[in-house]
């Protein structure tokens, strides 16, 4: 059954990875889409297989979501060929390997403006439509680094963060349009090619951080939540119970997290230093969904040894506390024993 039919989408970075996934999951529920992405090659291979997969018409635009003209002039195609929008998805995005102190900050700058200004731009041409049709539901793919920091991607975090606060913002100022609905979603490690085209200027080659997920399955999440929007939706759920446990022990989980991603997130293979897509498309990339640079160990072998790992993080912090707690009282106890003018203890 087309549960999206007669449903107009736009959906932005749709030339590859989850953007692509997304756009053929509406397609399968008959969605009319708009697609957007800097590769037009790209996109139109996109636009096929949608049309090829269910979707009525598959119309292809080239934006840059970092220029706002390039994002209206979007909307404005989109509503020129079909009278309305009923679905925005902000999904476009890049990425840079680096500590915030590394590489030059033009860099940074780069994500934040693709990721979170690229959101803001999309929202700032959606929701006027939506106000004037009554109507519509603004989808934000945020990550779980929208609630909890990583290393080696400073930029990234912030530009999720952000995101996560424009999705709180634009909730209450279409808080007196009830059929306007302002979505997030926090999926964690997806299988795309994120990993190959991001910018590097570590030289050390990143993988995915196990569990993985495929594409596929958040596209599936992103399309329910187009038939019945959901404030907030994490992708797996269980992203929940890392959560919580960072909630409840933050400085060990950090410290946990720190050491995963250096063995098994960065790895000791070698990646040249690059700009990657992060300024232009990169050159002869297929447009395509999956990546190739799957996690270096299973998801059970991975829980093993985070558990192992955190009970021994977790130890060590309450040793060096039972140590400090006795040296400030042992060294307390010795201040008054001096402060008294026999010099004995009381």
Request: charged letters at 20%; glycine letters at 8%.
């Amino acid at each position: 059954m087309a549960k999206l039919a007669g449903r107009i989408a736009v959906v932005t970075g749709a030339s590859s990875g989850l953007g692509r996934a997304t756009a053929l999951e509406l397609a399968r529920r008959g969605a009319t889409l708009v697609l957007a992405a800097r590769r037009g090659d790209a996109l139109d291979d996109t636009a096929r297989r949608c049309r090829e997969a269910g979707a009525p018409d598959a119309l292809t635009v080239e934006t840059d979501v970092s220029i706002e003209s390039d994002v209206h002039a979007l909307a404005a195609r989109a509503v020129d060929a079909f009278g309305a929008i009923d679905i925005w998805i902000n999904n476009a995005g890049v990425t840079l390997f680096a500590p915030l102190e590394q590489g030059p900050f033009d860099d940074h700058q780069r994500v934040i403006e693709t990721n979170l200004f690229g959101a803001m731009h999309g929202a700032r041409a959606a929701i006027p439509i939506f106000r004037r049709q009554h109507h519509g539901t603004l989808i934000n793919i945020g990550s779980v680094l929208s609630e909890v920091g990583h290393a080696f991607v400073p930029a990234y975090v912030i530009s999720k963060f952000g995101m996560h606060g424009l999705t709180e913002a634009l909730r209450v100022e279409v808080a007196d349009e009830p059929d306007i609905h302002v979505c997030t979603m926090f999926p964690f490690t997806i299988d795309t090619p994120h990993f190959e085209v991001a910018a590097n200027l570590i030289a050390q080659a990143p993988r995915a951080l196990p569990p993985m997920q495929s594409p596929e399955k958040v596209a599936r999440a992103i399309a329910d939540t187009c038939e019945r929007p959901r404030r907030v939706r994490f992708v797996p759920r269980s992203i929940v119970l890392g959560l919580a446990l960072h909630a409840l022990t933050p400085r060990t989980s950090e410290r946990l997290l720190l050491d995963a991603l250096r063995k098994f997130h960065i790895s000791d293979a070698p990646d040249p230093i690059k700009a990657g897509n992060l300024y232009e498309p990169q050159p002869n990339e297929p447009p395509r969904t999956h990546g190739d640079r799957p996690p270096q160990l299973a998801t059970w072998k991975f829980v093993v040894w985070a558990a192992g790992r955190f009970t021994t993080i977790a130890a060590t912090s309450a040793l060096r506390r039972m140590r400090r707690g006795w040296s400030h009282l042992t060294g307390g106890s010795r201040a008054r024993q001096l402060a008294r003018p026999d010099g004995v203890s009381p």
